[in-house]
């Protein structure tokens, strides 16, 4: 068999195993990312199956997939919505940030992983999957809630600390110095002021040079103006997919919704294959003993990111049952979560274990979040009942 | 007629919600979603924070339902203004699936001339349109708010129904 039908074989088998692994997240209810990253501990490195011709399409694919996360997560949000949910829940975002990060932090500097290794980690456990928790709303009926909203800018919040995040993460890996650092945060901050600035301006012209009736055309012209715009802020230090992310950002109105609706797909396939290969990169023997510490940080971070919402939505008048909802939904962590891993790990600036670590986590907030969402509200109401009957039953003794 | 404070609320990344109020303190209203998917959302009693219901809807069935919803008022207010003309009825009148006028126009049913019946309005997707012309051109799902003597009303039903 000549090279390219086997790569063609394996790629195939590779995305058909996937379209498997997703149907069956289906079936079951469960977002599919955390068996995505199962498939690839399956393939590749110290798993069963080894693929070796395809590594470098798959890794460039990966890259892609990444841009594509980021790109349609800025195009998401349109800035103005950026500013209102920058306005209305900059408290909760910040207590967002110190609540969830500290966690991951903590335990990477426990395992002695440096300052580098804490920086990886806290953002790892401080993003909310926003794809997971947007669709277990939609999935549970909870779009016309009142608490919805606010776990809505939770989230937006979480994205424009992304923003700020990424470049100083790829700063930090790139070895630069602390007053380098220090620029590129600066830079950062100035660019995607500019950025937000200009979207929220002049968005329609931004919009105008990538629209197109035509399909093709307009697909044709926004992936290349992604992976351009990508490519540039990679070579300038500024991470790709920060790149991508502003430009999502200055994409607005009904060019956005069209792009979301064209890239989706293209998206999909993107990630999933990003999925994989972080999958694929990482050693399932490495995974057991980093698996007590995944547990741990479950455990903590599940309990922080609930007492944000919580906290979130009692500032904004919500009931009791309303406030558990809320912590619950934003448990979810995912795709950032190992686009952040997957950075540092390509980066080389980071032990192989964090890998495994952070695999080993979202595997199981992906799947837990979810669940944490569905089962709330019976929880709450049982706990509330059994509450009610306490003091009643107080009241009623004389 | 009431005041009707009905609140807007963006749902970053989803769409916006549009609700109220009602008398009992219970929330209705809808999220229409980026995608132009349209969910009616009512509020539970024991948790006003919680949908009840959170029905999808197709654009035909949203507008079925404002049709629904909103004729019987613009109807009730017709006869109204009419009270003082006995012999005057205001009825609605649909334009069913498989009806012969689906996709024709006001002229084409040739109402005012068999009947002695005026279509004073067209209620489509919960819009009211005033004084349709013979040009108006009718789908499915319309429901036409005509005013006539009752005789005239029931003859432009069957009308409508049969061609």
Redo the contacts between chains.
Sequence with gaps: MDHTALELIELGAVFFALGALGRLAGRIGLSPIPLYLVGGLFFGQGGVIPLGDIGEFTQLAGEIGVVLLLLLLGLEYSAAELFTGLKRSWMAGVLDIVLNAAPGAAVALLLGWGPVGALVMAGVTYISSSGIIAKVLGDLGRLGNRETPVVLSVLVFEDLAMALYLPILTAVLGGISFFGGLQAVGISLAVITVVLVVALRYGRYVSAIVDSDDREVFLLKVLGAALLVAGFASALQVSAAVGAFLLGIAISGSTAENATRLLEPLRDVFAAVFFVVFGLNTNPASIPPVLAWAVVLAVVTTLTKVGTGWWAARRAGIGRLGRARAGAALVARGEFSIVIAGLAVSAGAVEGELAALATAYVLLMAVLGPIAARVVEPVARALQRKTAGVTRTATDTP | MGYVNVEV???????V?K?FAIGNGR?V?V?T???GKI?L?V?KSD?????L??LPLTAEEAGALANLLGAPQLVAQLTEEHRELPGINTKQLPIKTGSPFDGRTLGDTAIRTRTGVSVVAVMRAGQIHPSPTPDFTFTAGDLLVAVGTAEGLEAAFKILKHG
């Design positions: 609320t963006p749902l970053p990344g989803i769409g919600r609700d929330r209203g999220v979603q980026r995608d969910e959302i509020s948790d006003p924070d919680a949908c219901a959170s």
